[in-house]
């Protein structure tokens, strides 16, 4: 099989696969060998550890030179998150994907939030087109890529947020998505939902409160994603040993 198969394969047998979330190749190659089956960009670690704000505040070469980076130092099935796609046009999205599946990337996720930062999701049609031209712009060209369509109804707190997610994964299957992404989903009762709604695999995400991996794989969860959480955690390490640093007058709390 070569990447992109071993990639689908995760998704459908076994415990959900984990997603690694990384922001350079050395944080790739660090989760390479500790056991991860497969690795993803996380939009917020890898901006901010550039020194930019998430939300494609990054340009979009820095992204794919960072990504190339990556790609070049590590094994596993590689995919990237492309936010809204880094393009007000279907056309600039489909071209970054290219560019993307030319240095090996195996997947994408692309998002249903409204470009204009308003705090709203997209109109499901104007989604839908893009997650259909994609997959059929995919599929003419024979590019092997996964399609992972993220959904951010729970992400935005909506009040309904469970049936417009459920509404929009239904039209987003059909438009030709690979797998669902439901981000801030973590009630047992909604994530049930939400897997019964498609026969494509849902991916969830890190957060407080979300449940142990038996009882997503029990739920039929098919990928866990680690998102920026791993970065920001590290983070907050990194400035507690600072500020010990600093109280102590020593770096014996580095060893």
């Known amino acids: 099989m070569n990447q992109f198969e071993t990639f689908v394969e995760l998704h459908k047998t076994g415990s959900p696969v984990l997603i690694g979330n990384i922001w350079d190749a050395g944080s790739a190659r660090l989760l390479e060998e500790n056991g991860f089956k497969a690795i993803a960009t996380s939009s917020a670690a890898v ?29 596993l099935p590689f995919s990237v998150d492309m936010e809204k796609g880094y393009s007000s046009k279907i056309e600039g999205i489909i071209q970054n994907i290219e560019r993307l599946h030319d240095i090996g990337v195996v997947g994408i996720n692309i998002e249903d939030t409204s470009s204009t930062d308003d705090g709203q999701l997209q109109p499901m049609d104007v989604f839908e087109k893009t997650i259909s031209a994609i997959a059929n712009h995919l599929a003419q060209k024979n590019m092997q890529i996964f399609i ?15 049936t417009v997610t459920k509404q929009r994964i239904n039209t987003y299957t059909t438009a030709g998505a690979s797998g669902i992404f439901v981000p801030f989903i973590k009630a047992e009762n909604d994530i049930q939902a939400v897997v019964n709604a498609t026969n494509l695999p849902v991916n969830v995400l890190s957060m407080p409160g979300l449940p142990g991996f038996a009882q997503l794989s029990t739920l039929g969860v098919r990928r866990i994603s680690l998102g920026s959480s791993l970065y920001r955690s590290i983070n907050r390490e990194i400035v507690n040993k600072v500020q010990a640093i600093q109280e102590n007058q020593s770096v014996s709390s580095l060893f």
């Open 148 to 162: 992972n369509a993220r959904t951010d109804a729970f992400l935005l707190k909506l009040p309904d947020a469970l």
């Open 47 to 75: 901006a901010i550890s550039m020194g930019y704000e998430d939300g494609e505040n990054l340009p979009f070469d820095l992204l794919l030179k960072s990504a190339e980076q990556i790609k070049r130092n590590i094994s």
